[in-house]
């Protein structure tokens, strides 16, 4: 009871002084927005990768010449040019000899075309991938309709394609696009499947590609670029069940080590990820805005909390003959002390209350403009909350402890 009371009077307190406490407020809620703001607008973007990256399975892991993007800063360019490609040849091998694996599929891919059925031509913006029947298991992207490639349309090249829902969409609006034939870059394939939808928020085009035989796709763009420069072919590998991803990583690794004839002491010439790989390294990359927006909005908060020290040594002042009042009557320091503090602690969590909203409203302004996935970093705005706690204690400690020792006659005595 005497808790509520003390609340009471504190709230009413601060409702009295509606300019002052408003004005004590603003600079508490930027500290908070601006610390909620950065960490909730990273948390989508990490929470929308968490969920667009399963377009690797859960015990999928990808080999492949070029390095992730995350740590571009990290990477010798130079030396990753002489990194030998990854092969068909190299995908044969792992298939051949991992134990710990049941599935590989190499692929190749190539963007900027469009595909065309009868009078109808879409976008110059379709993606062709050269790949094999592991595509589709490996990468998460079923089969809506239709069948997948086979090893057959593999051995004996045959020009057939499964096309992304949005291409059936474009080019077959009315009609089933199977068995259909579609022109893309001057050949004919036979539609035999289209991919279930899988939208992405990320621009991953999931809906919008087409999966040819690799052996086809060679046949038609060869092993070199147009610029000259020899594919690199990306292998996807399955583990055979999650406990055995880790081993499954290492063997993979020990066997594309002894392909290339790497000793003990050389350096992978080769790169391998994982989901988990990829969200560690933009962590990695996005840990310096983080670290940024805890040191602005700490400052922020530090300057509010200074403030709210000032406002509530102006109330004790203004307050003193109160003060002297409650002394006279029967309350005791702690009392007094417990009153300013819980002023103190409630400003600052009201501040901190509108900043965690303001900064939840800021962080996810980019899905009202992008398909990312709306997130609300919980643990974040209950951190906020405790640091406002903290901020209200330490800057609140002095005025509270000023009031509770006014001597009570020379209060009653205050004009």
Partial sequence: MRFLETFKMALFALRANKLRSALTLIGIIAGVASIIAVMT??????NTMEQELSVLGTTTFQVQKWPLGFHQHDVDWREVQRWPPTTVELADAIRERAQLVDLVGPELWSFGFSAKYRGVTTEANKSICGGSPEYSPNNTHEIGYGRN??????KVRRKVVVIGPAIADELFPFVDPLDKEIRIDGRDYRVVGVFAEKASAMGGGFDNYLL?????????????????????VNITVRAKSPELV???????????????????RDRDNF??????????????????????????GTIALIVAGIGIMNIM???????????GVRKSIGAKRRHILGQFLLEA????????????????????????????????????????????????????M??????????PIEALRWE
């Fill in 246 to 264: 880790a081993d499954a990583f290492e063997e993979v690794r020990g066997i594309v080590r002894q392909e290339r004839g790497l000793g003990p």
């Fill in 212 to 232: 040819i035989p690799i052996t086809a796709y060679l046949d038609r763009y060869g092993m070199r670029e147009p610029n000259g420069n020899e594919r690199s």
């Fill in 398 to 407: 002095w005025p509270a402890m000023k009031a509770s020792r006014l001597n």
């Fill in 149 to 154: 490639l086979t090893q057959e349309d593999l």
């Fill in 41 to 46: 607008g990273i948390s989508v973007v990490q």
């Fill in 313 to 323: 040594l102006v109330s004790v002042t203004e307050r003193t003959r109160e003060i």
């Fill in 345 to 396: 602690i409630l400003l600052c969590n009201v501040g901190g209350v509108l900043g965690v909203a303001v900064g939840f409203g800021m962080g996810n302004i980019v899905t009202f403009f992008t398909d990312f996935y709306v997130h609300v970093p919980l643990e974040w705005a209950v951190g906020g909350l405790l640091f406002c706690t903290t901020i209200g204690l330490i800057f609140g």
């Fill in 271 to 296: 790169e391998i990820f994982t989901n988990d790989s990829q969200i560690r390294q933009f962590n990695q990359a996005t840990a310096g805005v983080k670290l940024g927006a805890f040191v602005i």
